[in-house]
């Protein structure tokens, strides 16, 4: 009886920490803003520039720079 209660009693504490479906999804949106966020920057340098590479990359180092305001 006592071993019944216990059980039940786990069950209900360890249930909502199990349920972890909508904080996994919410992650995953975040990801993909992200990775969006990122490829608009990478084209938007490379859009702009028809130099070389290292000018490709100082372009997108300077728009993420400009980006988060230093």
Known sequence: MMMKKL???YVKL???VKNE????SLEWLGLAALLILVLGIV???VSSSS???TD???NIFKKISSMVGE
Do not use: E, F, H
């Not at 479906?21 to 996994?24: D, F, H, L, P």
């Open 14 to 16: 360890t249930n909502p």
């Open 56 to 58: 490709i990359i100082n």
């Open 43 to 45: 084209s938007t340098a």
């Open 51 to 53: 130099g070389s590479v």
């Open 7 to 9: 059980t039940a009693l």
């Open 21 to 24: 479906r909508g904080a996994q």
